[in-house]
Nanobody
Framework: QVQLVESGGGLVQPGGSLRLSCAAS????????MAWYRQAPGKQRDLVAS???????HYADSVKGRFTISRDKAENTVYLQMDSLQPEDTAVYFC????????????WGQGTQVTVSS
């Protein structure tokens, strides 16, 4: 059973920074891809950033240049560094992991709330 636990959310002022963590219950390099998604109230869950086993990264246009996805093998953790946060970044942020390419099954964390407000 795979478990993903997010942490690091909170309330931050516009222009501020937060770092989210996604701790996995197994070696993160066993996953084909890991990603961060976010869901604002009344909206669909959207991809924010992803990182493949090989280290390739992808970012949504809305966060390029502001957010950085990274990982720590020793900690089995994937991070999302979020800088220059704006009110529109307010959402619940979820971690997702897929074991193999083309797998339909995905593992999700419980989410962490990020609120950007003055």
């Amino acid at each position: 059973q795979v478990q993903l636990v997010e942490s690091g959310g909170g309330l931050v002022q516009p222009g501020g920074s937060l770092r989210l963590s996604c701790a996995a219950s197994r070696n993160i390099f066993s996953f084909y891809i890991m990603a961060w998604y976010r869901q604002a109230p009344g909206k669909q869950r959207d991809l924010v950033a992803s990182i493949t086993r090989g280290g390739s990264t992808h970012y949504a246009d809305s966060v390029k240049g502001r957010f950085t996805i990274s990982r720590d093998k020793a900690e089995n953790t994937v991070y999302l560094q979020m800088d220059s946060l704006q009110p529109e970044d307010t959402a619940v942020y979820f971690c997702k992991a897929v074991l193999r390419q083309f797998d339909r099954r995905a593992y999700w964390g419980q989410g962490t709330q990020v609120t950007v407000s003055s």
